[in-house]
C-alpha cells in the first residue's frame, strides 16, 4: 500500500495516464483506500477539464479571423498577378513579337531602279508586318553599304494605337555587284540576287513576284 505523499507526487502522471501498469493499480487502490488522496485527484482533474472546455478568448479569434482574411487575400492577389502576367505575356506576342510568317502569307515586289533595290512585302490576310534585318556591311569602302540582307518578316495582329500596316517597302542601296536579299520564312527562305531583279524603266513598270512556285515576272498593265 503506497503511502499518501507518494500517492499524491504520483497523481500527476496518473491523470495524464503516463503510469506503467503496475505503479497505475497501486495509485487506484490506494484511491480507494484514502478518501483524501481522491478528493486531491479530483480536485486536480477539474482544472484541466476546466481549462480544455474553457472556449478561447475573443482577441484570440479574431486574430485568427484577421491572419485566415489576409492569407486568402494575398492569395487572392497572386492569383490575379498570375493572371495579368499571363495576359501581358499573350498581347506581348500577338501584338508586339508576332509570328513567323510562311511564303503563302506574302505578297513580295522586287525591281531596281537608278541602281537602289526596293522591296514591297504585303501580307495577304491583312496582318500587320514587322520586320527583323540584319545586314552584311561592305567595310572597305568609303560610306559602307549592305552586300548581303536578312529579312525575317513577323505578323502580328492590328494594334489600333501602333498601326504598323500590311505593307512595307523598303530601299536597299547595293554594296557589292553580287548583293543579295534573303526573306526567311518559317517553311524555308528565297534569296533575290542581282539577276533576279529587272531595271525598272527597262521592263516598263513590271515587277518580279516572289510567290510559293518561285520568281515570276508580271507584265505592265
Known amino acids: 500500500m503506497l503511502k499518501c505523499h507518494i500517492a499524491r507526487s504520483l497523481l500527476p502522471s496518473y491523470i495524464d495516464d503516463v503510469l506503467d501498469e503496475e505503479s497505475r493499480k497501486d495509485v487506484e487502490e490506494h484511491l480507494e483506500g484514502c478518501a483524501e ?9 477539474r482544472p484541466a477539464e476546466a481549462e480544455e472546455a474553457e472556449p478561447p478568448p475573443p482577441k484570440e479569434i479574431n486574430y485568427l479571423r484577421k491572419l485566415r482574411r489576409r492569407k486568402n487575400i494575398i492569395l487572392a492577389a497572386c492569383a490575379a498577378l498570375a493572371t495579368l502576367v499571363v495576359a501581358a505575356g499573350v498581347c506581348l506576342k500577338l501584338f508586339v513579337l508576332g509570328w513567323d510568317v510562311q511564303k503563302h502569307d506574302l505578297d513580295v515586289f522586287a525591281y531596281k ?3 537602289v533595290w526596293t522591296f514591297s512585302l504585303q501580307h495577304k490576310g491583312s496582318r500587320d508586318i514587322i520586320l527583323r534585318e540584319e545586314r552584311t556591311m561592305n567595310e572597305e569602302s568609303e560610306s559602307p553599304r549592305p552586300t548581303r540582307v536578312y529579312l525575317r518578316p513577323r505578323a502580328v495582329l492590328r494594334n489600333p494605337f501602333n498601326d ?3 505593307h512595307t517597302q523598303l530601299n536597299y542601296w547595293p554594296g557589292a555587284d553580287d548583293f543579295s536579299v534573303v526573306i526567311q520564312y518559317a517553311d524555308g527562305e528565297t534569296v533575290w540576287n542581282s539577276h533576279d531583279l529587272y531595271d525598272f524603266d527597262d521592263i516598263r513598270r513590271r515587277f518580279i513576284v516572289s510567290n510559293e512556285d518561285g520568281l515570276t515576272l508580271l507584265p505592265a498593265d
Open 37 to 45: 488522496c481522491a478528493a486531491a485527484c479530483e480536485e486536480m482533474k
Open 164 to 166: 504598323k500596316g500590311s
Open 113 to 115: 531602279e537608278k541602281g
